[in-house]
């Protein structure tokens, strides 16, 4: 009679075993394993944790492996995992002044202390194909002194805070409320604000942060320090009454700097924007400070002229499990809605039609 | 029924009856009783994060979750169909997780969640109709800011939407909305009553069936409690009327149903069946008790 298209469970069953061979590929080549992409992959990693909400290497790494690189569906697949975890408390608020620091950068002073720390970077690295990389073979790491200590490195916006020239960030108390558990509501608060960027899609963040460099809602960053390493969180059980180390995690802090604001000369103060993320993720965190000082604009009374600045646009779209889900979802069956506008669009110009004609026999 | 009982049914190791926890369960019953309660309301939810993409489904699957007993029969319909691939799917989801037993016949359902559609067969009383919803704000089209829409609800301000339906006339001669065609749900709340055609419309009024809304990714859920008044935006001169077609169902022979249109050749030669599949079997089946 006709087929349509309509699948039974065998079609999707059958998908679903064709996916798997093809993210298998060549079964001559040793299967990939997940302690593999844990270790040679950790950009990779990061960013699945970081937006997948869920601070954990090896279900990061499983979710990679299983989404045969796909890194968005990686994201979503430690999201739906995430989601069925029990709460058993928040964390005391990361200390990062304390970090074990791998990397940290000024960019708004020459020297500071505990100085520049370069770390590992792709800065200054100038982007040939290395093709020593196609052969395989051990890459001989830096030399090391083993004597090297890294001196207490305080953090800079302190220095601008200390002389008042910067607005300091002051903890109400108020409990944080949890956006994966409450829905959003508009005004957002800045710790709303904040977790929503924490989780949002790094090239949606990145692009609205360069679109208020280019001047939609400029705001004038400077880099003020970007540090990663390793911070340990601690947690206060209630039956305890006093807080206990977890354990220690990676993250990637940024503070800009950016535009002074203030009622009269002598007020003026710089203003700034933060990013957090897990991991080894500069790129992230910078696109989330610039963006959440965008958002600051009712904060300081700034007009609102660029897509960066309106919170319900930035907060609406910037979860890439939200925005891949709907549009992907134009993939399933419409055609009982195209059926209806079919037919509304044939009887509109069906009389569209039979008018002139009906109007030239009257004339 | 109570958690404990309900787990001895769940197929699926590791996760609780119909997945979500029974917290979260709890949770959307509570978002739901207000909804019921204030009809066609955009309750506000905390929607979780589900194993299927956003947009397939998720607020649909959360609020039958949360309704679903050990006793329950689903019925689950794409675009009317229960074999289109992302109803079979969801099917699948709570015959795993809860071990539901589930039906194509919407006369032996009691939980029936669609993408679409409502059933050509009437309801009744025992049945609850969920709908997956994926832009749940009637208003959104003409303002895109839920702060706006949410003011222009409670102030009962709809003036904007019969200027659209209004502009519609002004440019096309009718009013070009077809699916999603907005509702006055009790007298007071402007309501989509999800993409179904509009040919559908008239099925939400005075439904002996309680009929709930979820939409995952927007976080909200509302509904329409049984014999609820459901009044479709009209105009006087321009009255609220549903889609005709001049062909009948090709394998049934229906003249009533909404159908489906199919290209059948390289010639573009069309062919009209059923969107509903259970409705027209069932009249099929009833065509060949008459010839026996």
């Not at chain 1, 065998?10 to 993210?23: F, G, V």
């Not at chain 2, 190791?13 to 917290?23: P, S, T």
């Not at chain 2, 959307?28 to 947009?55: N, S």
Request: hydrophobic share 40%.
């Amino acid at each position: 009679m006709y087929v349509a298209v309509k699948g039974g469970e065998r079609a999707i069953d059958n998908a679903h075993l064709l996916l798997a061979k093809k993210r298998r590929g060549d079964t001559s080549i040793p299967e990939l394993s997940v302690e593999q992409v844990r270790e040679q992959m950790p950009l990779a990693v990061a960013r699945v944790m970081s937006e997948g909400s869920l601070y954990d290497p090896q279900l990061a790494a499983l979710a990679i492996k299983q989404a045969a690189g796909d890194l968005m569906e990686a994201i979503f697949l430690l999201r739906a995992y995430r989601t069925t975890l029990p709460r058993f408390g928040a964390s005391a608020a990361l200390d990062t002044t304390q970090m074990q620091l791998t990397r940290r950068i000024s960019a708004t002073f020459k020297d500071l202390p505990g100085g520049q720390l370069l770390g590992p970077t792709f800065d200054y690295s100038h982007r040939l194909l290395d093709f020593a990389l196609l052969a395989e073979g051990e890459q001989p790491g830096p030399q090391v002194d083993p004597q090297a200590e890294l001196s207490p490195c305080p953090r800079v916006l302190d220095f601008l805070a200390d002389e008042g020239l910067m607005a300091r960030e002051v903890d109400d108390g108020a409990a944080v409320p949890d956006i994966t558990r409450e829905p959003l509501d508009f005004p957002a608060s800045r710790a709303q604000r904040l977790q929503a960027l924490a989780r949002g899609d790094e090239g949606f963040l990145l692009a609205l942060g360069y679109s208020t460099q280019r001047g939609y809602g400029r705001n004038h960053p400077f880099a003020g320090e970007i540090r990663i390493g390793e911070v340990e969180v601690w947690l206060e059980p209630e039956e305890l009454g006093f807080a206990v180390p977890l354990g220690d995690i990676e993250v990637t802090e940024c503070e800009m700097v950016n535009q002074f604001v203030g009622e009269s000369a002598e007020q003026a103060q710089f203003t700034r924007g933060y990013g957090l993320a897990f991991g080894y993720a500069e790129r992230k965190a910078m696109g989330m400070a610039l963006v959440d000082r965008s958002l600051r604009a009712a904060e300081y009374n700034e007009e609102v002229e660029g897509p960066a600045q309106q919170e319900e646009f930035v907060l609406m779209h910037c979860d890439n499990v939200e925005a891949a889900g709907f549009v992907s979802h134009l993939k399933l069956p419409h055609y009982v809605d195209f059926q209806s506008e079919l037919e509304l669009i044939r009887k509109l110009r069906k009389q569209a039609s039979e008018q002139p004609a009906a109007e030239e026999q009257r004339a | 029924m109570n958690a404990q009982a309900q787990t001895q049914y769940a197929t699926e190791v590791g996760y609780n009856f119909a997945y979500l926890d029974e917290q979260t369960k709890r949770m959307i019953r509570r978002g739901l009783l207000k909804a019921v309660a204030v009809p066609g309301y955009q309750v506000p939810f905390g929607g979780r994060e589900m194993p299927l993409p956003y947009g397939w489904g998720t607020g649909g699957m959360q609020l039958t979750a949360a309704i679903l007993g050990a006793e329950d029969v689903l019925k689950v319909i794409d675009q009317g169909a229960d074999d289109t691939t992302n109803a079979v799917s969801i099917r699948r989801f709570f015959a795993r997780t809860a071990g539901v037993k589930t039906t194509t016949r919407t006369p032996e359902a009691t939980v029936i969640q669609t993408r679409h559609r409502i059933p050509e067969t009437p309801l009744n009383g025992d049945q609850i109709m969920v709908y997956q919803v994926p832009i749940p704000e009637p208003l959104r089209f003409i303002e895109s800011s839920e702060t706006e829409t949410r003011t222009m609800h409670a102030l009962e301000d709809y003036g904007v939407m019969h200027v659209k339906l209004y502009e519609d006339i002004a440019t096309f001669g009718h009013i070009a909305t077809s699916y999603a065609y907005p509702v006055t749900v009790d007298e007071r709340y402007v309501m989509d009553p999800s993409p179904i055609p509009k040919f559908d419309n008239p099925k939400l009024h005075m439904s002996p069936a309680l009929m709930l809304f979820g939409a995952g990714r927007e976080k909200r859920l509302y509904a329409v409690p049984p014999y609820t008044q459901v009044v479709s935006l009209d105009f006087e001169d321009h009255p609220f009327e549903i889609q005709r077609w001049d062909e009948c169902c090709a394998l049934c022979g229906s003249q009533d149903s909404y159908l489906d249109e199919l290209i059948v050749d390289d010639a573009g030669s069309k062919r009209f069946v059923c969107s509903d599949t259970d409705y027209c079997m069932q009249r099929r089946d009833l065509e060949e008790e008459g010839e026996q």
